[in-house]
């Protein structure tokens, strides 16, 4: 158990560059949405992390432990459904239907991503959408449905997340 590294607080920026880490830890969505749970870093040690509940750690994100120890949060490769499509309409239409079965999504310019889901992709087809299966980062919208509080900086295009 004393080898475990506690990690307590979230950082968005980091504010000192000599704060730079070299730890890091890659994790998928699901564990990204979760307040309390194990890992395993980069270097092989273990990390306990015990944040704020309704967090929702994004790639970028930085957890500093009670010690001072600072690790970088990296978003994993999952496997995701993207919907390119440059019809707004269409775009949007889908995105409603999505969101109205509380699907965490993501949100680009001229395309939408969520985690793989034959159902979900047999109804955007059914809207006439091409749904491309890939390997990527999964950095869902953070929306109204969402606990705990909202950070005022955002990642790149503002995106949210919906939580269910």
Same mark, same amino acid.
């Given at each position: 158990?004393?080898?475990?590294?506690?990690?307590?607080?979230?950082?968005?920026?980091?504010?000192?560059?000599?704060?730079?880490?070299?730890?890091?830890?890659?994790?998928?969505?699901?564990?990204?949405?979760?307040?309390?749970?194990?890992?395993?870093?980069?270097?092989?040690?273990?990390?306990?992390?015990?944040?704020?509940?309704?967090?929702?750690?994004?790639?970028?994100d930085?957890?500093?432990?009670?010690?001072?120890?600072?690790?970088?949060i990296?978003?994993?490769?999952?496997?995701?459904?993207?919907? %390119?499509?440059?019809?707004?309409?269409?775009?949007?239409?889908? $995105? @409603? *239907?999505? #969101?109205?079965? /509380?699907? &965490?999504?993501?949100?680009?310019?001229h395309?939408?991503?969520?985690?793989?889901?034959?159902?979900?992709?047999?109804?955007?087809?059914?809207?006439?959408?091409?749904?491309? %299966?890939?390997?990527?980062?999964?950095?869902?919208?953070?929306? $109204? @449905? *969402?606990? #705990?509080?909202? /950070?005022? &900086?955002?990642?790149?295009?503002?995106?949210?997340?919906?939580?269910?």
């Amino acid at each position: 158990m004393s080898d475990v590294l506690m990690f307590e607080k979230v950082i968005k920026v980091l504010k000192d560059s000599t704060q730079l880490t070299e730890l890091t830890l890659t994790l998928p969505y699901e564990k990204r949405q979760k307040s309390r749970f194990r890992a395993q870093m980069n270097n092989g040690k273990d990390a306990g992390i015990s944040i704020e509940r309704g967090s929702v750690l994004r790639g970028g994100d930085y957890l500093q432990s009670r010690d001072g120890q600072i690790v970088l949060i990296i978003s994993a490769d999952e496997e995701v459904s993207s919907i %390119h499509c440059d019809s707004a309409q269409d775009l949007a239409r889908a $995105a @409603y *239907h999505l #969101g109205n079965r /509380h699907v &965490s999504l993501q949100v680009g310019d001229h395309w939408l991503r969520y985690l793989k889901d034959h159902v979900l992709d047999e109804m955007v087809e059914g809207f006439g959408l091409i749904v491309k %299966h890939e390997f990527a980062t999964f950095e869902p919208e953070v929306g $109204a @449905y *969402h606990g #705990g509080h909202s /950070h005022a &900086s955002h990642d790149d295009n503002d995106k949210h997340n919906h939580h269910h």
